[in-house]
């Protein structure tokens, strides 16, 4: 009976060491992480990332974690900028259930922020990161009429997700609430944080401009 009980305890150390994410008992957990918090303290929270990137000023930690009552893995990305954070996003990950996913046995590294290698089903995952972001930025900004601003944006909204933020920045290359709109029709349907829809509001001047950002989003008139 003894010798089953350590064959017991054997067996079950093995499979959490090798399991792909750490176990987290619940989803409070989560919500312990906010703005402003150390990267000492995010790592007394959640321990090391799985994969650490970076893109000039800002830096990203990804976590891939077992969280009881999500079903598959909770995927936390948590980006610092000066060394506190200012962003997090968290989403649960089914494609990582029932097989093997070889972005796991990657040790962490210091990699500039780019595509991930593992391509996820839930295209909300992830926003352009910010080199990515930036550079589409700098080749919209580059060309001197709005039509051709807007087809690169257009084409690059096909297959990227932005955030709140971006969508401000890029309305931002336009003084006219009108050419600003334009902007937030293209962008708006491909935001992953909604719930900052207020910063895009901010965006526009008029209070018909910001009804027509509301109605973008979905949300009633007040």
């Known amino acids: 009976m003894r010798k089953l009980k350590q064959i017991l305890t054997l067996l079950m150390l093995a499979v959490t060491i090798n399991s792909c994410a750490i176990f987290y008992p619940n989803t409070d957990i989560l919500m312990k992480v906010h703005k402003g918090m150390s990267k000492n303290e995010v790592s007394s929270l959640l321990g090391a990332p799985n994969y650490r990137r ?15 009552g999500n079903g598959g893995n909770t995927v936390i990305v948590i980006t610092f900028a000066n ?11 089914n494609s990582y259930n029932n097989q093997i996913n070889p972005v796991i046995n990657i ?3 210091d990699r500039p922020i780019g595509r ?4 996820r089903p839930d295209p909300y995952s992830r ?5 990515e972001f930036t550079a589409l930025y700098n080749k919209i900004k580059s060309k001197p009429f709005k039509d051709d601003q807007l087809e690169i944006l257009q084409l690059a909204a096909g297959s990227n997700y932005f955030t709140c933020a971006q969508c401000v920045r890029l309305m931002s290359i336009y003084t006219f609430d009108d050419d600003k709109l334009e902007v937030a029709k293209i962008v708006i349907p491909r935001i992953t944080d909604r719930e900052n829809y207020d910063n895009v509001i901010s965006a526009v001047s008029f ?16």
């Open 207 to 222: 209070i018909s401009s910001e009804e027509t950002v509301r109605k973008l989003f979905g949300i009633p008139k007040r």
């Open 54 to 68: 970076f893109d000039r000023s800002n830096e990203e930690w990804e976590y891939q974690k077992s969280v009881a």
């Open 107 to 109: 040790p962490v590294t």
């Open 83 to 93: 060394d506190v954070v200012i962003n997090m996003d968290s989403f649960s990950d």
């Open 127 to 131: 926003s352009m990161r910010e080199g």
């Open 116 to 119: 991930p290698v593992h391509e």
